[in-house]
DNA sequence: TATTGTATACGAAACACTTCGTACTATAAT
DNA sequence: ATTATAGTACGAAGTGTTTCGTATACAATA
């Protein structure tokens, strides 16, 4: 079940560099979060993380070599939309077009942003006229 | 600091009832809960929750009565932007439009919803000409 | 008045997440 | 070969959330 993906924000850290760099190992994940992002986490904190995601089913390893290398189990986009319904119907008892409205009114977005959801709205007009 | 309010779960569905309802006691609180919503949380569970909402400051409370009554301490507006900020950072990188566009695509969005989000972008565009 | 019902307050248990110390092991360097 | 380095595994402490039992107080009523 998709709702049962519930990564913790430390999690969703770890995977979003896994997400970017590819297959990665713990100490190459653990510079990255001191180094790239102001966080200051010890390895062994690291590893025990990424542990207990390779547990829960959150990441697959490759533990042939005694370094092992540790690869996201689920796509990033599956996670997001996941996490964007829960979160959705928690902040805003699932009205999406309030939760647009409000990212779109707080948020810098360029042109070519706007331009783009703009198109996705014109097309969905299209494809359901009511 | 709007960056410190991070309400759990649990304390955000209070603050759902309290926003919709106004004033209301424990007992209203609870009821909702458990019949409005499929949850069965015990009476004191939800005191106990609601008590330490009002330690936190994330709720004021009423105690002139015997029975207590509470009102959210925070707007709900405000906290909905904190949370938005927060979870647009943590699952899409800070990119508003990705979550803007997995979010009309995902779900679905009345024409009334999407004219009035097409609105609030040609605003943006009119205001902002690159 | 005695009993019953409904409040609040408090403490502790259960659980999950994060953090870190420490033990152990394999590889590399001297 | 011995030592130093770098990795995994494990356990336990600290913290926060949720849950519930229980003590206590007040109010209504028989």
Redesign the pocket.
Same mark, same amino acid.
């Given at each position: 079940m998709v709702n049962e993906i519930?990564? !913790? %924000?430390? @999690?969703? @850290?770890i995977l979003q560099i896994l997400w970017k760099n590819g297959p990665s190992?713990? $100490? @190459?994940v653990n510079d990255l979060l001191n180094n790239v992002q102001d966080?200051?986490?010890?390895? #062994? !904190? #690291?590893?025990?993380?990424? +542990?207990?995601?390779?547990e829960?089913g959150l990441l697959h390893?490759d %533990?042939a +070599? $005694? !370094?092992?290398?540790?690869t996201p189990a689920v796509r990033e986009g599956k996670i997001q939309s996941a996490l964007l319904d829960r979160f959705l119907n928690a902040a805003y008892k699932g009205s999406a077009s309030k939760l647009a409205l409000q990212l779109l009114g707080n948020h810098k977005t360029t042109p070519d942003e706007l331009a783009a959801i703009k198109a996705l709205i014109d097309q969905l007009e299209k494809n359901k006229p009511s």
């Open positions: 519930r990564p !913790t %924000d430390g @999690e969703l @850290e190992t713990v $100490r @190459e966080k200051s986490t010890g390895y #062994t !904190t #690291t590893l025990k993380i990424m +542990q207990i995601m390779f829960k390893r %533990d +070599q $005694r !370094t092992h290398i540790y």
